[in-house]
């Protein structure tokens, strides 16, 4: 199985970032999808869910009208759209697959986004 983040960056406070991730290995629209983010000194966070069919999504109160997560289930992979980029977005972000009828779960290796003028 492969899940591999791509998309990261350094970008201005007001700036625009999309994150992709690509999997492979796993029968993917049998997998839910979410990115999370972790800071030094903090516990990983969820920030964005959606469901295996795409049909459903809900995002962390502090990212909502400003990032958007979505997924291609030809393509295999999921994208969190972010603008209105702030500083405390900052962070190492992961994705993450979790299985809709099993315990199995699966973790990119994460890319950074920083978030400074």
């Known amino acids: 199985v492969s899940v591999v983040e791509s998309g990261g960056g350094l970008v201005e406070p007001g700036g625009s970032l999309t994150l992709s991730c690509v999997t492979s290995g796993v029968p993917f629209d049998e997998y839910h999808a979410s990115w999370h983010r972790q800071t030094p000194g903090k516990e990983r966070e969820l920030v964005a869910f959606i469901t295996g069919d795409g049909y459903n999504s809900r995002m962390v109160d502090s990212v909502k009208g400003r990032f958007t997560i979505s997924r291609d289930n030809i393509r295999d992979t999921v994208s969190l759209e972010m603008n209105s980029l702030k500083p405390e977005d900052t962070g190492v972000y992961y994705c993450?697959?979790?299985?809709?009828?099993?315990?199995?779960?699966?973790w990119g290796q994460g890319t950074q986004v920083t978030v400074s003028s």
């Open positions: 993450k697959l979790q299985g809709m009828s099993s315990n199995k779960e699966w």
